[in-house]
């Protein structure tokens, strides 16, 4: 079993799910990727750096406040959820031992719904919080159902599809706190800048946050095994690229990343910091002023 995982759930009897499993190191894995969002948001907030991205894994977007949750198969290879941790901390007040911003954005560009993210941060409508989430699906593609999965199987065109996990949660947007943007069965660049332009930066630019999360999946990559994307490393850079110009319009440029998806090695091994934000996001070095000394200047007569 610590070689090949078992299955992890609140009572450790397999009701997690088939793909969610773990060994005698993942709970700890999970605690220190909480530990280290939380840390991003410290750093930002207090100064010492503009952006931050969080190597971590496992990933935990469908984490949420109880396992399967949104009515999902599965946790989708989640343990905790270290974005809506990051998210609640950042908007927590001081005196509640929280870092007391006011808005906080959460932007998923996973090529899944990053339901528990919804579920923990927007189950109802929260004023602190917007969650953004662009993933393949929509109401015509998904069809799994936690009460009847196997047979929940959809007809689209001549071919017979399942259901996108998660599910149906992510086909729409039960309030304004939610901007879920299903893009078909494949995530393709051409969409994914279309609902940057259409639908993501103004509706950010609305909102007003203080800091923006992304939850920085990259299983939408053209070569990723789970084959729903059609991007590549280059498209994730200009996603990075975007997102760090809107935080430097709407934010003093604080945001960081979070690991989500992306299973196939190497699809996104850059060959130069492309998911790192351009030299025009970064904060430029201030002229050094010269120091007085103790003696005047001597002068030439």
Do not use: W
């Not at 750096?49 to 198969?73: D, I, K």
């Not at 343990?79 to 870092?99: D, E, F, H, K, R």
């Not at 899944?112 to 929509?138: E, K, V, W």
């Amino acid at each position: 079993p610590d070689i090949i995982g078992v299955h992890l759930t609140e009572g450790s009897n397999g009701e997690g799910g088939l793909d969610t499993t773990g060994t005698k190191g993942t709970f700890d894995a999970a605690v220190a990727a909480v530990g280290a969002a939380m840390k991003a948001v410290d750093m930002i907030v207090g100064g010492q750096c503009v952006n931050a991205f969080c190597a971590t894994r496992p990933p935990g977007h469908h984490a949420g406040r109880n396992l399967h949750s949104m009515g999902a198969v599965s946790n989708g290879f989640c343990i905790l959820n270290p974005v809506a941790c990051a998210a609640i901390y950042a908007t927590t007040p001081l005196s509640q031992g929280g870092l007391g911003l006011k808005r906080a954005v959460v932007i998923d560009f996973d090529v899944h719904h990053g339901n528990g993210t919804q579920d923990i941060l927007c189950s109802t409508y929260d004023p602190r919080f917007l969650y953004i989430s662009m993933h393949a699906g929509g109401a015509k593609i998904n069809g799994y159902d936690s009460d009847n999965s196997e047979e929940d199987i959809l007809q689209v065109g001549n071919k017979k599809q399942e259901g996108i996990f998660p599910g149906r949660c992510g086909d729409s947007s039960p309030h304004k706190g939610v901007v879920n943007i299903p893009l078909g069965p494949k995530v393709k660049p051409h969409d994914v800048g279309t609902a940057f332009t259409d639908i993501i930066e103004p509706s950010v630019a609305a909102f007003s946050p203080d800091i923006i999360i992304l939850s920085a999946g990259f299983d939408g990559h053209k070569n990723d095994p789970l084959n729903l994307g059609g991007l590549s490393a280059q498209d994730f850079g200009h996603i990075t690229e975007v997102a760090c110009g809107m935080a430097f319009r709407f934010c003093s440029g604080r945001i960081f990343s979070v690991l989500e998806g992306g299973y196939g090695i190497p699809c996104c091994r850059p060959q130069k910091d492309i998911f790192l934000p351009q030299p025009e996001y970064l904060p430029q070095p201030q002229p050094q002023q010269p120091q007085p000394t103790g003696n005047a200047p001597a002068t030439q007569s």
